[in-house]
């Protein structure tokens, strides 16, 4: 706070409890001179909780002695330490091999956080999201998989890679459709059902390709879409 705020202050909290209220310019010029001194790195309000009115309200409200310009600053402080208490230093975005840029950069952020203009970073398991960078990159590609390694992946998982190339080349996707002939639900390939001389099931193999009418189904669906789109 500059001496005009600290100015705005005090005639605040004058009106809140006269007793603090000086009479003559000279006192009143001094006042806010102590008062400066202790108070010139506390800000008047920050966007995360701070006011410094309703610092000195609440000391009204809570004690019995005229307020002096420590009673705020220990609010202050005390508002610093509980934002450092619930900070954990994310990872700086800085190069790491900069020793200097990754320091400033941490510090930058605490002391942020301290002054209230950033809001604190919980644990970063409960934080959420991937970090800034990662989220741009996966936005660009669209997976976590990079499509080099999807495409040394295709042969380890057939059904997956199929469906994969039907959407991207705009065929319909058989699985994306229950199949009526066999029952696999949706997601699901088509399983050959073989039924022994005695009425038993004795096999229940994937099948490689989808059976002919789930095709069709997908087919129907997918130009059902397309109409309605
Ligand atoms: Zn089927």
């Known amino acids: 706070m500059d001496r005009r705020e600290i100015a705005g202050l ?18 009143l010029k001094d006042q806010i001179a102590q ?3 202790l108070l010139d790195d506390v800000p008047l309000a920050t966007d995360h909780g701070w006011d410094v009115r309703a610092a000195a309200k ?27 208490d619930r900070h954990t230093d994310p990872t700086p975005a800085a190069d790491p091999d900069n ?5 400033a950069e941490l510090l930058g952020t605490r002391h942020a956080v301290a002054t209230g203009q950033q809001q604190p970073t919980g644990q970063r398991a409960l934080a959420g999201g991937p ?20 495409a040394e992946l295709a042969r380890y998982r057939p059904t ?3 469906r994969e190339a039907a959407i991207t080349e705009g065929r319909p996707d058989p699985l994306s459709v229950r199949c009526e002939w066999c029952h696999a639900p949706e997601g699901e390939p088509c399983r050959s059902r073989r039924t022994g001389p005695d009425g038993a099931a004795r096999g229940n193999a ?11 189904l997908a087919g129907a669906a997918l130009t059902r879409q397309e109409t309605a789109a």
Not at 10 to 27: F, I, N
Not at 58 to 70: E, K, M, N, R
């Open 10 to 27: 005090l005639a605040y909290v004058g009106r809140l409890d006269p007793r603090t209220m000086r009479t003559t310019t000279e006192e």
């Open 160 to 162: 997956r890679a199929a």
């Open 206 to 216: 994937r099948r490689a390709t989808p059976h002919p009418t789930r095709v069709d």
């Open 58 to 84: 609440a000391h009204v409200l809570d004690s019995p002695y005229p307020i002096l310009p420590v009673d705020i600053a220990r609010k202050w402080r005390a508002y610093r330490r509980d934002r450092l």
């Open 35 to 37: 008062w400066h001194e």
């Open 131 to 150: 970090h800034p960078d990662v989220e741009a990159r996966l936005r660009a590609i669209g997976t976590c998989i990079p499509q080099a390694v999807r």
């Open 99 to 103: 020793p200097t840029a990754w320091r």
